[in-house]
């Protein structure tokens, strides 16, 4: 079993930045980042790789968000540029046996919220 502990997000004015960071118990193959916004079905935002040598992100935030991982620490971190009110949402760490948005995720975190005002 592993638990993940999200930190971070807050409020930031659109174009602001912020980051997310997860803590995790023990180490999956991959590691990554969901989000659920008022009313909509969570998405996929972005996940690594173990090695931290392949990465991928949803369409929707290609260019301004970038996610990392520390081995060391056990930590997977999404900074996140350029932010858009469409980005505020509950942001979930999820681990497991995939980098892809279909998964599969065996571990989720509780959630961190970032909002975004215009």
């Known amino acids: 079993q592993v638990q993940l502990v999200e930190s971070g997000g807050g409020l930031v004015q659109a174009g602001g930045s912020l980051i997310v960071s997860c803590a995790a118990s023990?180490?999956?193959?991959?590691m990554g980042w969901f989000r659920q916004a008022p009313g909509k079905e969570r998405e996929f935002v972005a996940a690594?790789?173990?090695?931290?040598?392949?990465?991928n992100y949803a369409d929707s935030v290609k260019g301004r968000f970038t996610i990392s991982r520390d081995n060391a620490k056990n930590t997977v971190s999404l900074q996140m540029n350029r932010l858009k009110p469409e980005d505020t949402a509950v942001y979930y760490c999820?681990?497991?046996?995939?980098?892809?948005?279909?998964?599969?995720?065996?571990?989720w975190g509780q959630g961190t919220q970032v909002t975004v005002s215009s």
């Open positions: 690594i790789i173990w090695s931290g040598g392949r990465a």
């Open positions: 999820a681990a497991g046996r995939a980098i892809t948005a279909a998964g599969p995720y065996d571990y």
């Open positions: 023990g180490r999956t193959l991959g």
